[in-house]
T-cell receptor, first 115, second 112 residues
């Protein structure tokens, strides 16, 4: 099993460009999450999904959109990138939500730089 | 609102013990603990649920004080491999209970 994979691993964008980050998991998990990690800030939730076809906003959703068309995939889109979106992006998945003994499994991360 | 972790950083010699604290202003249902090594993804260590037993690591233990909305992670007889940044993630009791809110992390360095 590959677990959680993310594509791409690195990307450099110019301000105003768009891109999509892909997250895939092969554990048949219902829940998937997108986080961003900035120095000294910990992990902050951008959007999450509790099942195929559903999405919800997290703590810092502005400037991002997501889609969960297939259970195993969770896409994060940046329509018009800004330098403030320079960060490391982590995708995670879990079997169910936080009211159970269900750890989150994290992907390796995508390092995004916006110039 | 992010939970508050303390200390922000700690340096230990091999074999010493450490305690990392996580405190929230919200009523909690669950607390997760993760460790992240430099340049890698966070890795699960421990889950504690309100009113339940803990599930986690053999050599690491934790406590959850539901009344005070606090959790502590206990690292005993530290090894070099314990080095990394430790994050607590808290799950709220009410609406929005699907998501975790992570603290800013505690950087642990274990030296020979």
């Amino acid at each position: 099993n590959a677990g959680v994979t993310q594509t791409p691993k690195f990307r450099v964008l110019k301000t105003g460009q768009s891109m999509t980050l892909l997250c895939a998991q092969d554990m048949n998990h219902e829940y998937m999450y997108w986080y961003r990690q900035d120095p000294g800030m910990g992990l902050r939730l951008i959007h999450y999904s509790v099942g195929e076809g559903t999405t919800a906003k997290g703590e810092v959703p502005d400037g991002y959109n997501v889609s969960r068309l297939k259970k195993q995939n969770f896409l994060l889109g940046l329509e018009s990138a800004a330098p403030s979106q320079t960060s490391v992006y982590f995708c995670a998945s879990s079997r169910t939500g936080t009211r159970a003994y269900n750890e989150q499994f994290f992907g390796p991360g995508t390092r995004l730089t916006v110039l | 609102q992010q939970p508050v972790q303390s200390p922000q950083a700690v340096i230990l010699r091999e074999g010493e013990d450490a305690v990392i604290n996580c405190s929230s202003s919200k009523a909690l249902y669950s607390v997760h603990w993760y460790r992240q090594k430099h340049g890698e993804a966070p890795v699960f260590l421990m889950i504690l649920l309100k009113g339940g037993e803990q599930k986690g690591h053999d050599k690491i233990s934790a406590s959850f004080n539901e009344k005070k909305q606090q959790s502590s992670l206990y690292l005993t007889a530290s090894q070099l491999s314990y080095s990394g940044t430790y994050f607590c993630g808290t799950g709220a009791s009410g609406a929005g209970s699907y998501q975790l809110t992570f603290g800013k992390g505690t950087k642990l360095s274990v030296i020979p």
